[in-house]
């Protein structure tokens, strides 16, 4: 058995309840001021005055003295699609010069231009470059990952993709969620015959997908798939066992909140031109708002209105988005910077976004998001003493050590 005693730690976590954290809970954090943290193989025994009661020898305690320095739940990015085989920084400048995200997909770029590079790429090349991509999140804080597929658009190369993300979850030290996305775009084979590629994710590619993904994803977005086709992949995907997100509302209010909260999604993301009425629907079906402030960012966007969401009562959580065209963002303390400084949460409201929301938006609410005995150790050490350092630092990385399981990984 391996037992390690952090002590000296300013301990700053969100707590479980039965629900995601809304309203006035999603800004209350518990805190131990000069506190103290026990693990055991690779769980958390107890924190605070707890932690003495609970070791059995000290000569079988490792000792660590974190000298003041806070700690909080290692992050869970609860939107990524962490998986694929190329940059697209031309695309970049293209909408520096005015060019909007809709539009370069209509060219044939976007999420296009990544289909034909994942397509053409091996296995082991997916694999390889993919892996240095959640290195890249691992060294930000981030301990829990979902990563989806999406850049494949037939059968084939969406298993591939599916197989990949599948070998990062076992040879990465991060936990990993994968989400099937096969509904991300509609693929030039089929331009002329959407109807035929809605065909086919229903009758070959949801059911091929079988267990490889935990969530089904689906881009509900004015030229991407309409409401009545969102709606159609949602209900064929609970059919099959799998949980929904849905990507909604990013540049029109097309209706896709309303559509997840009919659905009662787990989550539904993005959400930058989503109604008033919209939020209502999220609230009503008690769908987590996955939040992904470094894409407004990137785009130039006005960002999610999170206040209006907390105030009417929506669970929200944070993402980075990382992505090949409009978001290549690794850093989850970057995301909770904008969400403090052009948001408008506080910095507690965006811990809770950024760790057990976002568990909840996964989930995988039961194993992290928080600390608390019997979770997965999964904790980082901050370069200040208290979450606030993640708003206050800006431009570097807070983060003096990150924790996976007990065991040091960055």
Not at 196 to 219: H, I, K, R, T
Not at 235 to 244: D, I, N, P, T, V
Not at 263 to 284: P, V
Request: proline letters at 5%.
């Amino acid at each position: 058995m391996t037992t390690k005693l952090f002590r000296h730690a300013h301990i700053y976590t969100p707590k479980m309840g039965r629900t995601p954290a809304a309203g006035t809970e999603q800004g209350r954090i518990h805190q131990w001021p000069d506190g103290a943290l026990l693990v055991k193989d690779g769980r958390i025994a107890a924190l605070g005055d707890d932690v003495e009661k609970n070791i059995e020898s000290r000569r079988e305690v490792k000792e660590y003295d974190l000298e003041g320095a806070a700690v909080v739940p290692g992050f869970v990015d609860p939107h990524t699609h962490a998986c694929f085989a190329a940059k697209r920084e031309t695309e970049f400048s293209m909408r520096l010069a005015g060019k909007s995200y809709l539009d370069i997909l209509k060219g044939g770029g976007g999420i296009l231009s990544s289909v034909r590079d994942v397509r053409a790429a091996s296995e082991e090349d997916l694999f390889r470059f993919s892996r240095r991509l959640l290195q890249g999140t691992l060294h930000y804080g981030t301990t829990t990952i979902e990563v989806k597929s999406g850049y494949g658009l037939d059968t084939e190369t969406e298993l591939k993709m599916l197989r990949v993300i599948a070998r990062l979850g076992r040879e990465t030290p991060q936990s990993v969620v994968p989400t099937f996305m096969g509904a991300h775009a509609v693929p030039e084979e089929y331009r002329t015959d959407p109807d035929g590629y809605l065909a086919l994710l229903l009758n070959e590619m949801l059911p091929a997908v079988g267990g490889l993904a935990s969530f089904c994803d689906v881009f509900c977005e004015e030229g991407v798939f309409s409401v009545p086709q969102s709606r159609a992949v949602l209900q064929k995907a609970r059919e099959l066992g799998m949980r929904l997100k849905i990507h909604a509302d990013e540049v029109h209010d097309l209706g896709g909140a309303a559509l997840a909260g009919e659905m009662r999604a787990t989550s539904a993301e993005h959400l930058l031109a989503a109604s008033d009425q919209g939020i209502d629907a999220l609230a009503l079906g008690g769908v987590v708002a996955v939040l992904l402030p470094a894409t407004a960012y990137s785009l130039k966007k006005p960002f999610a209105r999170a206040r209006a969401m907390i105030e009417k009562g929506v669970p929200v959580a944070l993402a980075t988005d990382l992505n090949p065209g409009s978001c290549f963002c690794e850093s989850m303390p970057f995301v909770v910077s904008l969400a403090v400084m052009g948001m408008n949460l506080t910095p507690q409201e965006a811990l809770t976004g950024a760790t057990l929301n976002a568990a909840w938006a996964v989930g995988m609410e039961k194993e992290t998001g928080s600390l608390e005995p019997g979770k997965l150790a999964d904790f980082i050490v901050l370069d200040g003493e208290s979450p606030a350092t993640l708003a206050y630092i800006s431009g570097s990385r807070p983060i003096r050590s990150v924790w996976k399981a007990g065991e040091r990984v960055a």
